[in-house]
């Protein structure tokens, strides 16, 4: 539940990618015109009398409805003595209020009052650990006590029944967002059951959901990325918030919550006017109004904050901070730059688009793929106050390349200074932005987070979309100000060398599991049910009205869906052949991305390409290798002219795969350090054993011997496989169709392979676990999977059903059992999976991670919930109105209706498999889950994939689940 723009964009900054690029860029590079777009824009902004603030975006091509409410506050405004506050407050929203979640509220209170003042009492015990365990003995006690009046859950099951789905929050430093989709004819419950939550909430099981954050925080401490970001912003913050406080808190203040401070924060910041509702979907705004004047128009108001403006001295010279926190050399250069909305920001993302971009055009991408560089990208860092940019390099020579891969960015960032580029280029990135704008909007997440930070920066609707007026006014002569505004000789230069970090983990709290009556409800809860009316009106896909079908010719096959936004094209081409069938093709698609045609070299080509706006992008897996291409429709035609030429006339150039070597090597780097890494890697080896995909894949010793034409050849070879064409767009079906047959290679004897694949399981005789030791992890990753059989035709609707009661979502029996009720995780899930052919055995496959000291009690207590599955009649039920309700949250989006569509189709299913699925869901009950249960999974073996550090782990039980084997991860995957 907690976001960090830095963390996510370090990320990306790690990941493998080969996209295509240029330098230069030729003329008259279309321009996206807003005229030319028909995206539903309109935001209405409503302030209620108490100060609530409303923002309605009425969006009828969605299928349901985006809620949020917005809090202005995040950890910025933690206390300094109790840091993390704002986050773990988030967590406790979820526990209910004075109605919902409890049995006898004023029962409960006398216990929950006495829970504060103990832990009110922690601060006191300072290194007293004697007297520390006597205070967190009565909270023990008490809370045992106030536990039996708590019904955990019971606000998630309420959404559920309403057909809510994604339930969830997240916190940053400047707010706090809760937010789901529901469809539209529920709104004025969910409206109920979201005042209701703020208006009286109640920090009950707070001991219990301690233990969770002391997860969360944990999982932390094993991401890499967490050190770097930390470390940059120390640095790069030292006066403010941000280089002082991180958003988890400090491990010495969740050690000693204060309930008395969170209930302070909650009391000043919980507040009518500091706080936003926000709707994005299917409605009718002018009926929803008086359902949110009637519901939030009564919520309490508070006294006008002053929002703390965080400053920082500006940064004297060139700073350099020396660290050992990466697995590999890390460089990391900072500059102050403008703030979230400032005037200065469409200038400035246009100034990072031109050092980097996802085609790899800029400047700092020639740096990468001329072999200067290890890899290098950049990234913004916007707050509502304050501002970064940051440029991120790996050096070519390890030792003794930071300072000078520092020098050659320095020299890229002077052209963008003097203006040493030509005005193409910069009218490419200006329409690029432009048109990632435009996509991006289609997404109703993408637009919570854009009003949500419009609202706590305090900027109307109307100046955040000035954004987009911004960037086509933009002038080189005003780019060039802003460059030398912000990239001056006063910056931070952060150098990482190898090393591994100290890490601090939180210990397991000993306390006695909740006692909670699972099968009571509250009297709020009984009351809503017996209101409540099930009006939901499922919509379905039909294949000849939502989507069009054509078959070219025999296992050719094109898809049409109509584009309702904006004038945006996606054409994705699928050939069923995949690096399993052709060994090697994963590395023949990135080879497509860094090379142009016989007649036209890589920078030829791609200048043309980019002077029509649109992009190509190859990649394979084992099941297929896919083409997508992005672009305006009005040039969709001579985007597929030069799509066509790059398959069929493809250049030979052997030096574009020094960029397929280098990915690799950063990959192998990446993958003995990172913990989640290696646990696919088991998980795969311990499922497929030498069919792993991390062993069945070239070694990076033959993809240094591979050649231009070898790598051509695999794809010449992949072209003559069964294929998709799928088009999203504005042009009309028969014209697309007519394009294709004009211009696209089409083999006449397409072959048919065996993709997707389905690979052979691991024969077990009995259970069997995999267990890699990793010294330096905190935390265990813990996967258990159970192979089963395929199933039968009657069998299939009880695949949701069965994942909704037993593994997915926060009312799941996984969740409930390990982490409401326990704490043991902070997350859990199990999820029953099957191939494309139901002929073939499907498995369970369940997953967690936890402090290595509770390894042994989680797999012990998964294990039995697996064995005998909890009988819950109340949750069955709770899963029926669920998957009802909800059945419309589940149509596919328009880019994303062909994905469906083709499995589906793939399956042997020729109309919506959803209609079927409402039909079962009308009669389900827990009878039908037991039979899925019993028949798919009850008494089978166990595969155990676990990884984690072995001098923490109780290994003596450990290895009584199984037949134990102890592999090294090096071992087991291909480097």
Known sequence: MHKIQLINILLIFYSVVANSQSITISSNIPIVEESALNSPKEVKTIVLKNGFTIYLNEDHSKNDVLGAVVVKGGSKYDPKNATGIAHYLEHMYFKGSQHIGTTDFKQEKIWLDSIEFMYNMLPYAKNDDAYRQRILDKIDYFSQRASKYAIPGEFDNLISQIGGTELNAYTDYEKIVYHNSFPKENINYWLNLYYERFDSPVFRLFQSELETVYEEKNMSQDNFFNGIYEAVYKNFYPSSIYGNQTVLGSIEHLKTPSLSEMKSYSKRFYVANNMALILIGDFNSDEVINEIKQTFGDFREGEKQNFKIENENPIDGRTQVNVRITPMPVGIIGFRACKKFDKDKAATDVLISMLSNENNTGFLDSLNLSNKLMYSTVFSDYHSD??????????????????????????????LKTGNYNNDFFEAQKNALLKNYELDYESSASRLELIANSFVSEKSWREVSYYSDQLRKLTKEELMRIANKYFTNNYLALYSKIGFPKKTKLKKLDFTKINTDKDVKSTYERKFEENFHWKVEPKFIDFNKDIKIAELKNNATFYYTKNPYNQIFTYNIKYYVGDYQIKGLTQAASYLNFVGTVDEVFTEFNKKLQSIGSTIFAQANEDYLTIEMTGLDEHFEQSLLLLNQLLTNTEVDNKAIAQIVKNRKLENKLLI????????????????DNKSRYINRLSLDEIKKSTGAELIAKIQNALLYKVDYSYVGTITFEKVEGI???????????????????????????????????????????????PSKALQENEREGINTFNEYFGNGLNSIVFKEIREYRAMAYSAWASFQVPYKFTEPGYLYCSTSTQNDKAFQVLKLFNKLIDTMPQDIERADIVRKSLINSINSNLPDFRNLYNSVSYWRLQGIMDDPREKSYKFYKDLDLKNINEFYISNIEGKSKIFSVIGDSRKIDMKNTKQFAEFKQVKIKNIYTK
Request: no cysteine; hydrophobic share 40%.
């Open 740 to 786: 294709i047959l004009k211009n696209q290679y089409m083999p006449k004897n397409l072959l048919v392979g065996n993709s997707p694949v389905i690979k052979a399981m691991r024969t077990l005789s009995g259970n069997q676990m995999f267990f890699a030791d990793d010294k330096k992890a905190v935390q265990s990753h813990l996967r258990i999977i159970i």
């Open 673 to 688: 350090r990172d913990i989640s890494t290696k646990s696919s890697v088991l998980t795969n080896y311990a499922l497929y």
């Open 386 to 415: 304050l501002g970064g940019v940051f440029i991120a390099y790996i050096p070519k020579i390890p030792l003794k390349g930071l300072k000078s891969g520092e020098n050659l960015i320095l020299k890229q960032i002077n052209r």
